[in-house]
């Protein structure tokens, strides 16, 4: 996959040097010559424009690239790159950086904006989970389908702990994407086993009902209603 990424400041760099590990291809560029910290990301591609022109972004051939991340510490640029990415190269998939949460509502489609993620909401989510051990959590919302994706770490009381994924009925629009245990990131199969303090993502459609999840986590696997 080809990565641009706007903004390579210590996010931006942070982001470059988790996809190069994951074998993705990286460009980043800034403006700011005092950012060009070549050395720190060395494996990266560099470029010294302002992502918000249209020159600095035919010029780094974004129509090639399969997800520009605009990652500056400016919101209005952020929105900028999100919309000249998508409007005017037709880039597949935007994610835009949200430093002040008071903008949030504005990174949405109509600024070319796919996943807006803002740091604060995230630390949020965070803290609620380390509260919240058996309450579902949402992480962040992509804003073009409306889809969520939540959390849930599994308390030792839940009816699910100990039962495989296939016994288990999940409600429609609802996906088990990942299963997060101690250091370990595991993908569900089903023959997979439930642990207490497992920590679930659910991929959840707009359409989908959370209390229903929360219920099937609550009911014992395999129990049927009145009406079966």
Known sequence: MKVLIAGAGSVGRSIARDLLEHGHEVLLM??????????QVAEADWMLADACELTALREAAV???????AATGDD????????????????????????????????????????AVSTPRI???????????GDLVKVFTFHQSGASIVEV????????????????????????????????????????????RDELLFVMSAEADPELLAAVLRTPPGATSPTD
């Open 30 to 39: 800034d403006h700011s010559p005092s950012a060009m910290r070549v050395a």
């Open 63 to 69: 129509e090639t690239m399969d997800v520009v991340v």
């Open 123 to 133: 630390m949020t989510a965070m803290v609620e989970e380390a509260v919240a051990v």
């Open 76 to 115: 209005k640029a952020n929105l900028v790159i999100s919309f000249l990415a998508k409007t005017e190269f037709g880039v597949p998939r935007t994610v835009a950086r949200v430093n002040n949460p008071r903008n949030e509502w504005m990174y949405d489609t109509q600024w070319g904006v796919d996943v």
């Open 153 to 196: 770490t599994l308390p030792p009381t839940s009816p699910v702990v100990g039962a495989l994924v296939r016994e288990i009925q999940w409600p429609g629009e609802i996906v088990l994407s990942c299963i997060m245990r101690s250091d370990r990131t595991i993908s569900p199969s089903p023959e997979d086993t439930l642990e207490a």
